[in-house]
């Protein structure tokens, strides 16, 4: 195999997201700053058959703002999303799709769903006895691929395509997938990113598990009652860093290593000493050669279920020992919700953001401590800290874990 | 940074319509008999006229506790078990007991079109008939499109890295490029790679009604067509649904010979690329999909005439036979003789990359390359050299695996005999 002796280095150059506070990298992060709350009572369907009634969806979305070469009609919600999301990161990074070498650009992006909502309306359709009915439009929309595909088509980039649903630690894993690609020489340039829709079925899902708060989302709180779910969508610009320097773009971050691991243990449960979560963690820090130590901010999965944030609490005690009562380590599902596939995009965002502006987002909605969570969530309050090494951690349904590093891009 | 491993595949396990070993599906392809069969009509979903559907590739009688034993099968569903119980025999096939896999950390990459759709189908329309409440957890636990990768690496212990690529029917061979990188770069050092999809009602009724399946349209009379789902075939219309799955044990090279594992194969090279016109334009297409292949041929360092043969994705689709067909006579001319598997077995979505795969190494194994099952008339282009209905003798120590998917994603892989 053709010799890749000098793996190069990767860096962040744009920022995209479409969150439930905000859309574009400024208002985006000025709210999670804020403290925004993005969650509420559902808009898009009736929650009176439910155990629950609160969301976090984007309002008002118009992705006429942002498609402008597929046909809008074609494209479910999340490809809207998604495309919404990368045209902001690529025009963050100053970069003009069509002044590149399509066979050169790539796409990686992560899902949990899909777009759930075209197996809804085929839904709608086999229960009225309509399935002939259903029309091409099934197969053109609903199979998840097809949101990366969109995202290549809209911006024509011939390059690597992956398309990895991750559940909802899909965007780290497109983020990693990603860095490889452009570390070993297979593309210069990659959006990485995350994106699903509001949804009935993840609704009903985890109602039935009794997993949504009443109210609001709190993680790590002793009261702590339970996740919401949301919908968003986030992508970042990865390049070589030679090939950032060249054109003097903004860096906001390097991509400095990552770890996966399965916990190989229950679907929807995870470990419940946080064993997959904590050899995650472990493996990003060995092979981008950093200790715990150094790590100066973590961005949590912390959806504010009693048992993930118990489990992350043990995870990261076994990680960081003593060192985890001093670095901070927030939430911003406090203010998001769970936006799914899209979550640890949108949290890789953030990481690159605190990396670059030297602030950390709050865990907002935070009153009492809970003894399993014996660290600094950075309570309801942005607080400014240099930030040299951030953490990115995510878990997912199937066991999957995964953890990125992004940091200062020191020559 | 040390320099990049090499990847070598140790193992095989796979579930097909055609049986479930690499012995069994070769000896059928040589012989030419095929794994399709009429949809039954108790198996037709109300609402939708199901006179003149193509047959399908059903995995009959598939008992997954024959080959995952009798513990507790209930939470996984049919996607899930189909690739729990490939995994299984790939993993007896490389002799990766549980104290190894747990030493080696062996991970996962599955490539997967739905996941499943059925599940997914059901558990919504059970939540809106019935209440929210009333909808099944265990089926909502199998509603991610990563269900079946955590189901099998449940069931088997992998505790490393359990990834999902989805790019339609591209995606099992891209998971497999995707996992080989990993292990060249040194991010794993054994990972079980390959896909799978079940056949259900959701998918066969959303690909009929996009119009992929063959036959199913009006001739200029007002009769219904007649399925030919015959790869590279002038009068194609269209594939055949099938399902399957089938993984690799793909494992660096150094820690293989280590452990005394027996050598299958090695792949050279791989390729994923994406074609911006979502298969729309075959002109754009070809170039694409050749542009893959020769990155798959420069990264194993191969000569042109240093190919012996091509696992080819056509499946009979009226676009994507032809875009591949031109994109294989741009690079190779009308010199590489090429086998469609999918003639016989029909398109198994996930599972296909796999079994195009395990295709090529029966080939390689018995010395003879399948003939493409029905064809008559070969797409303009494509010589007798390329493309014939008979098995033929042939040698084959270096072939290519292609994948060509129905809206753009496009796939090669360079894969040599062991020595």
Known sequence: MRAVQNPR?????????????????????????????????VCSFDTSPYAADQGAEIQNFEGARFVRRLDLETLGRTSQLAIAAVRLALEDAGVDPLGLDPDRCGVAMGTT???????????????????????????????????????????????????????????????????????????????????????????????????????????????????????????????????????????????????????????????????????????????????????????????????????????????????????????????????????????????????????????????????????????????????ELAMNNAYAFGGANASVLFGQCRP | MNPPR?????????????????????????????????????????????RGWPPVGAVVDFDAARYLGDGNLRPLDRAGRLVASAAGLALDDAGMDLDLRRQLEVGLVLGTMFGSVHTISAFDRRAVTAGPNYAKPMDFANTVINAPAGQTAIWHGLVGVNSTVSAGTASGLLAIVYAAELIRQGRSKALLAGGGDELCAESRVGFQQAGLLAGGGVDEEGHATAARAVPFDQRR????????????????????????????????GGANRFDPSGGTDPDRGRSVVAGALREALAEADWALDAVDA????????????????????????????????????????????GLQVAGLMAAMDCGVLPGIHGLEEAEAGLSATVVSARSRRLKVDRGLVTAVGIDGHVGALAVEKAA
Request: one cysteine or more; a negative charge.
């Open chain 1, 9 to 41: 280095r990767v860096v962040v150059t744009g920022i995209g997201a479409v969150t439930p506070v905000g859309v574009g990298r400024q208002e985006f992060w000025q709210g999670l700053l804020d403290g925004r709350c993005g969650t509420g009572p």
């Open chain 1, 113 to 387: 769903s899909g777009e759930p909502r075209e197996m809804e309306r085929f839904d709608d359709r086999f229960m009225d006895d309509q399935l002939d009915r259903v029309g091409p439009r099934f197969m053109s929309r609903y199979p998840c691929h097809v949101i990366a595909g969109h995202v290549a088509r809209e911006f024509d980039f011939a390059g690597p395509n992956l398309m990895l649903p991750a559940a909802c630690a899909a965007g780290n894993y497109a983020v990693s997938g990603a860095f490889d690609l452009l570390r070993s020489g297979r593309a210069d340039l990659m959006v990485a990113g995350g994106a699903d829709c509001f949804s009935r079925i993840t609704y009903a899902g985890f109602a039935r598990l009794g997993a949504i708060a009443p109210e609001r989302c709190q993680p790590f709180d002793r009261n702590r009652k339970g996740m919401i779910p949301g919908e968003g969508a986030a992508a970042l610009i990865l390049e070589p860093l030679e090939r950032a320097l060249e054109r003097n773009a903004t860096v906001f971050a390097e991509v400095l290593g990552y770890g996966l691991s399965c916990d190989a243990h229950h679907m929807t449960a995870a470990h419940p000493r946080g064993d997959g979560a904590a050899r995650a963690m472990e493996r990003a820090l060995r092979e981008s050669g950093f200790t715990p130590e150094q790590v100066s901010y973590v961005s949590a999965h912390g959806t504010g279920t009693p048992t993930n944030d118990r489990l992350e609490g043990y995870a990261v005690a076994r990680v960081f020992g003593e060192a985890a009562r001093r670095i901070p380590m927030s939430s911003v599902k406090s203010m998001l919700g769970h936006t799914m596939g899209a979550a640890s995009a949108i949290e890789a965002a953030v990481c690159c953001l605190t990396v670059h502006d030297g602030h950390v987002p709050p865990t907002i909605h935070f009153e009492e401590a809970d003894p399993d969570c014996d660290f600094d969530c950075v309570p309801n309050q942005a607080r400014e800290v240099p930030v």
């Open chain 2, 6 to 50: 090499n990847v070598v595949i140790t193992g095989l396990g796979l579930i097909s319509p055609l049986g479930d070993s690499v012995a069994k599906l070769g000896e059928a392809l040589c012989a030419g008999r095929i794994g399709l069969s009429p949809v039954a009509e108790n198996d037709r979903q109300p609402g939708v006229d199901g």
């Open chain 2, 237 to 268: 219309n269209g594939f055949a649904l099938a399902e399957g799955a089938a993984l690799l044990m793909l494992e660096e090279e150094e820690a293989a010979h280590r452990r005394g594992a027996r050598i299958l194969g090695r792949i050279r």
């Open chain 2, 310 to 353: 091509c696992s080819a994705s056509a499946n009979g689709s009226v676009v994507g036979d032809r875009t591949e067909a031109r994109a294989l006579g741009e690079v190779f001319g009308d010199s590489l003789p090429t086998m469609a598997l999918k003639s016989m077995i029909g398109e198994a979505l996930g599972g296909s990359g």
